[in-house]
């Protein structure tokens, strides 16, 4: 089961990208979430799937069955943020960029589990080093029919449901945006 709902609410918050209501559905849903954007855009062929950590398969494996039912091609993106200038800090720096880049290539691990179960699909992966993993999906958001991210909740929440990047990407996506519950 999947849940589909408008991006907007009618509460006098004009401002905002997406309404009360698609948040705190996409926040507390036990399957996924999609949240569809008032105007139609041409297709471009391509399902984007941020992927962070091994958790994220069930979100790589619905962005999988989408693209594969739309006949579009699906590109992992795993993106990392890390301190330009760490190194002059900090004697250990490179040991600290080894550790977060390989902590970063999520995606690089599930490749191949990938195109294994979805042999017909065009998969490409790209990991990224940005200042704002919620920016560089928004970015890809502009070339893509839908871009699926997990939703990471805590189990003890205080004010917003969902996780920061999560949340940006409901708000400024140019794309309809699924949120898969994580296990």
Known sequence: MTIVVG??????????????????????????????RGT?????????????????????????????????????????????????MAPMADAVRVAVETGAAASTRMLGSVREEFPDLEVTEEVVRVPSPAGELVAASMRADLVVVGARRSAHHVGRALG????????????PVAVVPRE
């Open 7 to 36: 991006s907007r609410g009618l509460g006098g918050f004009s401002t905002l990208l997406l309404g009360s209501v698609g948040l705190t559905v996409a926040g507390q849903a036990r399957c996924p979430v999609v949240v569809v």
């Open 40 to 88: 139609e855009q041409p297709s471009s062929g391509v399902v984007v799937v941020g992927v962070r950590d091994e958790e994220d398969l069930e979100a790589v494996r619905f962005a999988g069955e989408t693209a594969r039912r739309r006949k579009a091609s699906l590109r992992l993106l795993s993106t990392w943020t890390y301190l330009q200038y760490i190194g002059t």
């Open 164 to 175: 920061r990047v999560t949340h940006a990407v409901l708000q400024h996506a140019h794309c």
